[in-house]
Every structure is written in C-alpha cells, then in structure tokens.
C-alpha cells in the first residue's frame, strides 16, 4: 500500500519570502503522480501541481516549484514570492498511473500561514 | 462551468440518527469519488464510482455506510446509524475519464458532527 507522509503539521512564511513544504512518499510501483492540493480556509481544494513519475524534470507553476527526487522518494513544494492568498492548508498527494486505480492518498497536510 | 458541489455544508446530528450527503459531480464527469477527512489525519479514499457503477470501494469503513449514484449523475452517502467516529469532513470529487491522466477536481466538502 502507498503512504504520504507530511512531516510539518504547521509552516509560517514572510510575505514575498520563499517556503517549502516537505512531503515523502512509499510505494513499489516505478510509475504514479504525485500532486499538491491547496484547500484554502472554508474553501474547496483546487490542485496546485503535478509531477509524472516518469518525467525527470521537476513541475513548474509559476511560482510554485517542486523538487521531485524518485530515488528518495521525496517531493517537496516551493512556493517563491509568498502571498497572502498562498495562506491554506497544502496535501501532498499520490496516484498509481494505473486505470484500474484512480484513488488519490494524501498526506496529514501542513497548515501555512503567510505573515504580512 | 460549475464545480463539484456537495449538500450540506455543514451537518450536526446524535449518535444513531441517519445522514445522507449529496455530491453534484462537473457536469459530462462520468468518474466520482469519496474521501474523507478525520480530524487531523489525512483525507482517505472511500469509494470510486464510474457511472452508476461502482469501481473500487476498497475505501468503505463498514456496512452502515451506503454510497449510491442512480443514473449516473448525482451521488449519495448515506450513513446509518451513525457513530461518533464518523465525525469529520466528506469530500466528493470528480473526473471525466480514466484515460491517461485525468484531474479530480473536489467539492468544498461536508462537514459532519456526530454528537
């Protein structure tokens, strides 16, 4: 079975500092994703990355940056330039590339606060 | 397009009363998931629908919980009768097809209270 482990309940950042949120994951299978969810305060959860574990390039979203090492089986999540809107809670999350299993396992979360 | 929506928002009943929650999936997303979060642990799988059918619910806690999706369309958990320790926030979420990569786009989720 795959775990997601986020090992930082709770993260704080100065508004246009840099951050990063570590995630760790377990699995047997060489191909899956791997994402970060944001779920802002009363609101939905929207995806904020994507990394195919087959794509030795880490994702890039605008300010949102990942640094995928497949061999550790770490992904951690970037955020440059904090924004107060960046302020959610973060999910590392994971799902086997195959079809027949669509399920998405998260990690516990980290909380990020962003201080003006 | 309107997202995932989910009714109520919020739910409070006793232990050993009845909930049905309601998930209103993206509109043409034949694929509809539900999870959910305890407080404080990670947000867990419950079960996968395609269609009408459902797929994988590997993710069931037990047998008072009862997921439905008639037609296709919108689905309902229904959880009977219910305990203190399914007190948490239910989140539905749903995707268009299992070819390739396809994003689960989530509701803002059911908050449920046993008391």
């Known amino acids: 079975a795959q775990t997601v482990t986020q090992s930082q309940p709770e993260m704080s950042v100065q508004e246009a500092e840099t951050v990063t949120l570590s995630c760790t994951y377990d699995?047997?299978?060489?191909?899956?994703?791997l994402f970060w969810y944001k779920q802002p305060p009363s609101r939905q959860m929207i995806l904020v990355i994507r990394?195919?574990?087959?794509?030795?390039q880490n994702a890039t979203e605008n300010r949102f940056s990942v640094n995928f090492q497949k061999a550790a089986k770490s992904f951690s999540l970037k955020i440059s330039d904090s924004q107060l809107g960046d302020a959610a809670m973060y999910f590392c999350?994971?799902?086997?590339?195959?079809?027949?299993?669509?399920?998405?396992?998260f990690g516990t979360g980290t909380k990020l606060q962003v201080i003006p | 397009e309107a997202g995932v929506t989910q009714f109520p928002s919020h739910s409070v009943i006793e232990k050993g009363q009845t909930v049905t929650l309601r998930c209103d999936p993206i509109?043409?997303?034949?694929?509809l998931y539900w999870y959910r979060r305890v407080m404080g642990k990670e947000i867990k799988f419950l079960l996968h629908?395609?269609?009408?059918?459902?797929?994988?619910e590997s993710g069931m806690p037990n047998n008072r919980f009862l997921a439905e999706r008639t037609g296709g369309t919108y689905s309902t958990l229904k959880v009977q009768p219910a305990e203190l320790e399914d007190s948490g926030v239910y989140f539905c979420?749903?995707?268009?097809?299992?070819?390739?990569?396809?994003?689960?786009?989530f509701g803002p989720g059911t908050r449920l209270t046993v008391l």
């Open positions: 629908f395609v269609k009408e059918s459902k797929q994988d």
């Open positions: 509109s043409g997303h034949d694929n």
């Open positions: 979420a749903s995707s268009q097809d299992t070819s390739v990569y396809n994003e689960q786009f």
């Open positions: 990394q195919e574990a087959y794509k030795q």
């Open positions: 699995t047997s299978e060489s191909d899956y994703y």
């Open positions: 999350a994971y799902r086997s590339a195959q079809r027949s299993y669509q399920k998405v396992t």
